[in-house]
């Protein structure tokens, strides 16, 4: 390997598939930069066997080659001064030659790093900005707890030339589709850590591809790729949790429903965020009470349709499913009793949020 870089091109692409590498591992080529160096420049890749993460830069190629070297070479590249860099292999060491700094890495044999997956089948082509709207959209009701891992991915349906993304943690849920070229049909559940990487993507397409094996997804443009390990087992049926059109329809600004779940967080219990809503009468009420902060109220306008209703709520999944909604003005539905809220956009726009339960107070 003999290659000669820009050190700016490279801290950037290091920082950003950095982030594939594990907080620990006991395998050491876990810990390390997989690099790659042919006629189409540098190529880094690293792997949590979770998910896979290679994106190329620009580089002039003396001499071809592939190897390993851990996260000290990171740290150097970000730190060294100058613009370009010199990095060359020699007797196992790689060594990065700036204009007055010099420094050699041990390596590990590039056979040891995990393989990416061959014989991809192209499923669909979107565009990245659509792509990371949908996962925006729904990313923040996938669940935390790997106790349940599948309710730790963001669900994919494509069917009809519709893509469509689904969380549910099982107190909220998500979904949020958009039109894609193609016919092809399939379903799959990938770790929503993996689709969070998506955003890193500066191109204007992503191919979506499945490895042969079935087992894995892959997200590609010309300078990065994802490769992420499906999450298995049946998604629950989610289309059996939307409830029904409410009696009681809200429509509200979404910044002040923001700001007043805001202010109204500061009173709410840490550990149950419970926040009351009194609708009715054109407007919504929202108040937070605790011992230790105090108490707090908050009256906004709203158009208010059906009977007026009065339940408590977790103020941070209303504030998570609020913000990502795009319109100016919110929908929300409600029905009486213990039963799930909805929210969506209140354009034509198939984006729906679910907050459940809805407790009712008197």
Request: aromatic letters at 6%; glycine letters at 6%.
């Amino acid at each position: 390997m003999n290659i000669t870089i820009n050190r700016t091109q490279l801290s950037k692409v290091l920082n950003l598939v950095a982030k594939a590498i594990p907080p620990r591992s006991t395998l050491p080529v876990l810990q390390s930069f997989e690099l790659h160096a042919d006629d189409r420049g540098l190529r880094i890749a690293a792997t949590n066997l979770e998910y896979y993460l290679r994106a190329r830069v620009t580089a002039e190629v003396q001499a071809w080659g592939r190897i390993c070297v851990g996260l000290p070479f990171i740290e150097y590249v970000n730190r060294v001064p100058g613009e370009e860099l010199r990095i060359t292999l020699d007797k196992e060491k790689l060594c990065v030659e700036a204009a007055r700094d010099y420094a050699r890495f041990p390596t590990i044999d590039a056979g040891e790093f995990p393989e990416w997956a061959g014989n991809l089948q192209p499923l669909c082509c979107i565009e990245t900005a659509i792509l990371n709207s949908l996962v925006r959209k729904t990313i923040f009701a996938a669940a935390k707890d790997e106790s349940r891992p599948l309710l730790c991915g963001i669900n994919l349906e494509m069917g009809q030339g519709v893509l469509r993304l689904v969380t549910a943690d099982g107190f909220r849920l998500a979904t949020a589709s958009a039109p894609v070229p193609g016919d092809a049909e399939f379903q799959a559940t990938v770790p929503a850590k993996a689709m969070a990487l998506l955003a890193a993507f500066e191109c204007d397409e992503i191919v979506v591809s499945r490895a042969q094996s079935e087992t894995s997804l892959i997200f590609s443009s010309e300078a990065m790729e994802l490769q992420s390990q499906l999450l298995m087992g049946k998604y629950p049926d989610w289309q059996q949790i939307v409830p029904k059109a409410g009696d009681t329809k809200v429509i509200v600004n979404r910044e002040e429903f923001v700001q007043a779940c805001k202010l109204a967080s500061v009173f709410a219990k840490p550990d149950l965020g419970r926040v009351k809503l009194e609708i009715g009468n054109d407007q919504i009420v929202i108040s937070a009470r605790s011992s230790e902060a105090g108490e707090s109220n908050s009256v906004i306008g709203a158009q208010v349709e059906g009977n007026p209703i009065t339940l408590a709520s977790n103020v941070n999944y209303l504030l998570d499913a609020a913000r990502s909604i795009d319109t100016e003005q919110v929908i929300m539905e409600f029905q009486p009793g213990i039963s799930p809220a909805v929210l969506r956009p209140d354009a034509d726009e198939d984006h729906l949020c679910i907050v459940m339960p809805m407790t009712q107070v008197d």
